[in-house]
T-cell receptor
Framework: NAGVTQTPKFQVLKTGQSMTLQCAQDMNHEYMSWYRQDPGMGLRLIHY???????DQGEVPNGYNVSRSTTEDFPLRLLSAAPSQTSVYFC???????????????FGEGSRLTVL | GENVEQHPSTLSVQEGDSAVIKCTYSDSASNYFPWYKQELGKRPQLIIDIRSNVGEKKDQRIAVTLNKTAKHFSLHITETQPEDSAVYFCASLKYNFNKFYFGSGTKLNVKP
């Protein structure tokens, strides 16, 4: 198992450009999510999904878009990048049972995004 | 929503000493509390977790305690080693609500 795979690992954008961070997992997890990590602020939830076709907002969703067409993939789109979106982004997935999360989040390796 | 506060933000200990990191949470319905370790440049990885029906859990040199009445939980690392140096995050979850809330992290430095 590869676990959770994120691409790209590094990206530099100019203000106003768009891009997509890719996330794929091979553990058949229903739950997938995106976090951003900023110094001194821990991990903040951007968007999450509990299955194909189902997505919802987290704590900091503004400026980001997601979709979930398959169980395996959960891309994060930045439609018009801003310097405030400079951060390290982590995708994470989790097993669910009985319609609820049961525990451990498995993280990808992270994507470092710089917006100039 | 839930608010998770974590202290201290940095912690420096001598090798062999114990380290304690504390977190408080605001939502009394939260029922799952994991701890993650993140080494420099790496992904967070689960090191231990506790569910609300348990007061304490141990795994070799690490332990977590939970006080539901006071709404706080703590990570205890005994006999610290240089490889324990990392950033540690606490988190909370309500099973049916799909949102993990993380603390701001504690940078632990174990001096040889």
């Amino acid at each position: 198992n590869a676990g959770v795979t994120q691409t790209p690992k590094f990206q530099v954008l100019k203000t106003g450009q768009s891009m997509t961070l890719q996330c794929a997992q091979d553990m058949n997890h229903e739950y997938m999510s995106w976090y951003r990590q900023d110094p001194g602020m821990g991990l903040r939830l951007i968007h999450y999904s509990v299955g194909a076709g189902i997505t919802d907002q987290g704590e900091v969703p503004n400026g980001y878009n997601v979709s979930r067409s398959t169980t395996e993939d959960f891309p994060l789109r930045l439609l018009s990048a801003a310097p405030s979106q400079t951060s390290v982004y982590f995708c994470a997935s989790s097993y669910r049972s009985g319609g609820a999360n049961t525990g451990e989040l498995f993280f990808g390796e992270g994507s470092r995004l710089t917006v100039l | 929503g839930e608010n998770v506060e974590q202290h201290p933000s940095t912690l420096s200990v001598q090798e062999g000493d114990s380290a304690v990191i504390k977190c408080t949470y605001s939502d009394s319905a939260s029922n799952y509390f994991p701890w993650y370790k993140q080494e420099l440049g790496k992904r967070p990885q689960l090191i231990i977790d506790i569910r609300s029906n348990v007061g304490e859990k141990k795994d070799q040199r690490i332990a977590v305690t939970l006080n539901k009445t006071a709404k706080h939980f703590s990570l205890h690392i005994t006999e610290t080693q240089p490889e324990d140096s990392a950033v540690y995050f606490c988190a909370s979850l309500k099973y049916n609500f799909n949102k993990f809330y993380f603390g701001s992290g504690t940078k632990l430095n174990v001096k040889p």
